[in-house]
């Protein structure tokens, strides 16, 4: 089966970075998005940005100019460098792997805790 293995989360002051990576391990067709999904407390899971593996991306308009998406198609590993960090981020922080006809094989993974706060 498919796996997702997530680090990088943790505490961060406003205005500080954190970059997250999550590596895909299974077997995985090679066309396929990876991407970040968060949900804060009491708020519905949103994604906050994607890339195909052409390496097209989508980013959340919230987080757009201070996240970048990246990803190493050979190791199936998607990234996500945050910087200029909002207490709005706060959110345990999800990665996602499609593929598939319509994108129908759908995996995530344990999800990482990022808090930014003083």
């Known amino acids: 089966q498919v796996q997702l293995v997530e680090s990088g989360g943790g505490l961060v002051q406003p205005g500080g970075s954190l970059r997250l990576s999550c590596a895909a391990s299974g077997r995985i067709f090679s066309i396929n998005v990876m991407g970040w999904y968060r949900q804060a407390p009491g708020k519905q899971r949103e994604l906050v940005a994607a890339?195909?593996?052409?390496?097209?991306?989508n980013y959340a308009d919230s987080v757009k100019g201070r996240f970048t998406i990246s990803r190493d198609n050979a190791k199936n590993t998607v990234y996500l460098q945050m910087n200029s960090l909002k207490p709005e981020d706060t959110a345990v922080y999800y990665c996602?792997?499609?593929?598939?006809?319509?994108?129908?094989?759908?995996?995530w993974g344990q999800g990482t805790q990022v808090t930014v706060s003083t």
């Open positions: 890339m195909t593996s052409g390496r097209n991306t």
């Open positions: 996602n792997l499609k593929f598939g006809t319509a994108m129908a094989y759908d995996y």
